[in-house]
């Protein structure tokens, strides 16, 4: 495989909301199935800052290097002849910047806009929280949590660790096949939250029945640390 992409993801904000699995059907590309946890299927709204970003591991893009994004996601599966893969599908990714949007784009056929973003971190020894805007027909959509404590490794089985180490990107392609790309990061750290969610109207990026999802509170949320990322090369896997 060859690194496309290098940078560090910090200050991630996931909010987590469990949906019926039919409500995902339309987003499921052919050649993996949903991926669930305890039974239950989710979908995640993540914020997070893109860091040092680098092309190739060389190439910075002028002005681009660092920048916020928000996504919204969901966890699949493939079954390959060295075990199962477990990644993400994305539905609908924000950065502030369109030529960012477009090199993702281009890169790996994913569903990128480019909107006004704006955030807010904050951390001493006992708190900690973070939040993710981004406008919106006129409007501020907001992505928000806070925690206090301290950070660690998430526990072994949980929701946590299944949220976050899922290490493979799948994107539906137009001839009906899939775009496979690996994703590699050390396990990070969480804090839970003791409050969080969604202010906003959203209808427009991700439709009436999910936007709606994200109006109440999530069944899980936390913010993780981040790490170094590289993004790898995608192949095409065939359509079942």
């Not at 477990?86 to 990714?93: K, S």
């Not at 501020?140 to 660690?152: E, I, R, V």
Request: proline share 5%.
């Amino acid at each position: 495989m060859t690194e496309f992409l290098s940078a560090e993801w910090r200050d991630l904000v996931m909010l987590n909301y469990e949906v019926a699995p039919g409500s995902l059907k339309e987003f499921v590309p052919r050649g993996v199935e949903l991926d669930a946890f305890d039974g239950r299927t989710f979908v995640s709204l993540v914020g997070f800052h893109f860091l040092r970003t680098r092309l190739f591991g060389l190439l910075p893009i002028p002005f681009h290097t660092d920048f916020d994004e928000v996504n919204l996601r969901f966890y699949v599966r493939r079954r390959a002849d060295d075990g199962d893969r477990r990644g993400v599908v994305f539905i609908r990714e924000i950065v502030p910047k369109r030529t960012i949007a477009w090199v993702a784009g281009f890169a790996y056929g994913e569903k990128y806009v480019a909107r006004p973003m704006r955030h807010t971190i904050s951390s001493d020894n006992v708190n900690t929280s973070a939040e993710y805007q981004w406008q919106l027909d006129g409007e501020w959509c907001s992505l928000h949590a806070k925690a206090s404590g301290a950070p660690a490794q998430p526990r072994e089985g949980s929701l946590e660790q299944f949220i976050t180490e899922h290490y493979w990107g799948y994107a539906a392609r137009r001839d009906g096949g899939c775009l496979e790309y690996h994703v590699s990061h050390s396990p990070w750290r969480v804090w839970n939250s003791v409050t969080a969610g969604f202010d906003g109207h959203a209808g427009s990026l991700y439709g009436f029945a999910l936007s709606g999802v994200l109006r109440r509170p999530p069944d899980s949320a936390f913010i993780a640390d981040g790490s170094a990322v590289r993004v790898f090369t995608g192949a095409n896997i065939a359509a079942e």
